[in-house]
């Protein structure tokens, strides 16, 4: 105790947190994790005996169904959360049952779209959150889909400047990576370019900045895939037909059959809509 406590807090302060009897600074408590060598995710998964959060289960159950098309789990889930919100008018479990239809409708090539009343409950939830935290980043990446044009580049550069900072944090900077390549997706839009199509830069600039590392190398196979859909809808067809297929046959040579279907699926959409 008197070696984790020097140079920080009194061995009593400590001991005191230790019980619960003393609160303790964020300032104070990452030195003392510093010390045990322990990130805050992993304090955080030891605190609750080896297991994931509610939070954390409940994304990549949805995640993996997603991932492995495995349509009758994502209806479980949307099960369980109506009713949380049904008994309890949990509104994460209304803003969680529209990200689950989100994944079921792109699974089975249906519009991407859910009732009105549902999407203002939606944006309603992102706007009046002053500070966003994970659950609001992970929603936020699952749904943007969902949203007006406008209302993304919003939130978007708002999901940006809160998370910024974090990006030391795996599963953040992994989460704020992943909504700025959706932007850029988005920017760009399915069947005709978007006005926004000139955010593009900017938002990749957002992704730069985010120093995307060397051993990365998914998220660096993705982003060719987005850089060959911007070329295709800047009129640079075949250059941008070379790298978005070099993108899905790398994904085909590393056993990710699924993901690789979904951007062929996609890559084949646009296609269809350029001239």
């Known amino acids: 105790m008197a070696e984790l406590a020097k140079g920080i807090v009194s061995v009593s302060f400590l001991s005191k947190f230790e019980r619960g009897e003393s609160e303790i600074s964020l300032t104070h408590?990452?030195?003392?994790?510093?010390?045990?060598?322990?990130?805050?995710?992993?304090?955080?998964?030891i605190h609750n005996q080896y297991f994931q959060d509610d939070l954390e289960l409940?994304?990549?159950?949805?995640?993996?169904?997603y991932h492995s098309r495995d349509l009758g789990t994502l209806s479980e889930l949307k099960v369980a959360e109506k009713r949380?919100?049904?008994?309890?008018g949990l509104e994460t479990a209304r803003c969680n049952l529209a990200m689950l239809e989100v994944f079921e409708r792109i699974l089975q090539e249906q519009e991407t779209k859910v009732a009105q009343e549902d999407l203002d409950f939606l944006c309603d939830y992102f706007f009046k959150v002053e500070v966003w935290g994970y659950y609001e980043l992970r929603l936020y990446n699952s749904t943007l889909l969902l949203l007006p044009p406008e209302?993304?580049?919003t939130?978007?550069?708002?999901?940006?400047e809160n998370s910024y900072r974090f990006k030391g944090f795996p599963k953040y900077y992994?989460?704020?990576?992943?909504?700025?390549m959706n932007t850029l997706i988005y920017s760009m839009?399915?069947?005709?370019?978007?006005?926004?199509?000139?955010?593009?830069?900017?938002?990749?600039?957002?992704l730069m900045s985010m120093e995307i590392k060397e051993e990365d190398l998914y998220i660096k196979n993705q982003l060719m895939f987005i850089e060959g859909i911007y070329e295709i809808k800047t009129g640079n067809k075949e250059r941008g037909i070379e790298l978005a297929t070099s993108a899905f046959r790398t994904l085909e040579k590393l056993d990710a059959p699924?993901?690789?279907?979904?951007?062929k699926t996609y890559l084949n959409f646009v296609l269809k809509y350029t001239k």
């Open 29 to 45: 408590f990452h030195k003392i994790l510093e010390k045990m060598a322990l990130s805050f995710e992993e304090f955080f998964f």
């Open 58 to 65: 409940f994304f990549n159950s949805a995640d993996d169904a």
């Open 84 to 88: 949380k919100w049904e008994q309890f």
């Open 151 to 153: 209302l993304v580049v």
């Open 155 to 160: 939130l978007t550069k708002t999901a940006y």
């Open 174 to 180: 992994k989460t704020t990576v992943s909504i700025l």
């Open 189 to 206: 839009g399915g069947q005709h370019s978007h006005p926004y199509i000139d955010h593009y830069e900017t938002f990749k600039s957002y």
């Open 258 to 263: 699924n993901i690789a279907h979904g951007i």
